[in-house]
């Protein structure tokens, strides 16, 4: 208010947000008058007839941080194969009261041991009680070289998005985990004994109890699993 003629009488100073730009501003000290004219504890003056006065207050930007990790895990252990080296883009929408939008990304990676978060990506400088909303982009699915075989899939990131308000001062954390799952299915072996061309169906006398040692070999990429199984005759 400039230059505004107003009655003899008490008045309270108070701010009025008005626009997104506001967003993050609050009142730093008290309100101060020119021409003697005080301020009481609950932010009130008293003109007399004819008075005139200045007020002014100072604002300051209140701001906070944001604090992005990235866990890896591995259902068996060992799926993911690159450690620290995959990098992942964790993106921030954050939005205050008055409909000011901050936003942006940054570059997060995982810890080199599968399950544990990776180091912190910081995001600084934000307006303060912001609600922001953190998701990842391009998250990777299905099989890919990060991973040890096409046997290991990437499951979908979780959460799918996440709301967390900024601090005065301090820093609110996400964490977005991609876990990786080995997909297996069964081989089933079986045995059964016939007889030869002109062989009688009773020449074979190992009954059922009868064991046969079965070797199998199964390999995908660099991983190879053998073994030897007892199979029974019919």
Do not use: H, M
């Not at 008055?98 to 080199?112: E, I, K, M, Y």
């Amino acid at each position: 208010v400039t230059a505004q003629s107003v009655i003899a009488g008490t008045y309270t100073l108070s701010e009025l947000a008005v626009g997104a730009n506001t967003g993050g501003y609050v009142q730093d000290g008290n309100w101060t008058c020119t021409n003697n004219v005080s301020v009481n504890a609950s932010g009130q003056i008293t003109l007399t007839n004819g008075q005139t006065t200045t007020c002014t207050v100072t604002n300051k930007y209140q701001t906070g941080s944001l604090a992005i990790t990235k866990t890896v895990t591995s259902t068996p252990a060992g799926g993911y194969t690159q450690g620290t080296g995959k990098a992942f883009t964790a993106q921030y929408v954050c939005t205050t009261a008055q409909g000011r939008t901050v936003s942006g990304t940054t570059t997060v990676r995982p810890n080199a041991t599968n399950g544990q978060p990776g180091a912190v990506a910081t995001v600084t400088n934000l307006p303060a009680n912001a609600s922001c909303v953190v998701t990842e982009l391009n998250s990777p699915s299905g099989s890919s070289t990060d991973l040890v075989n096409g046997s290991w899939v990437w499951g979908d990131a979780a959460p799918a998005s996440q709301a967390v308000t900024i601090p005065a001062g301090g820093t609110a954390t996400a964490n977005i985990t991609n876990p990786v799952t080995q997909n297996t299915g069964s081989l089933v072996i079986s045995k059964v004994v016939t007889p030869r061309a002109s062989a009688s169906a009773a020449a074979y006398t190992g009954g059922a109890s009868r064991t046969f040692p079965i070797s199998y070999t199964c390999s995908i990429g660099a991983t190879t699993v053998s073994a030897t199984v007892s199979a029974l005759a019919p």
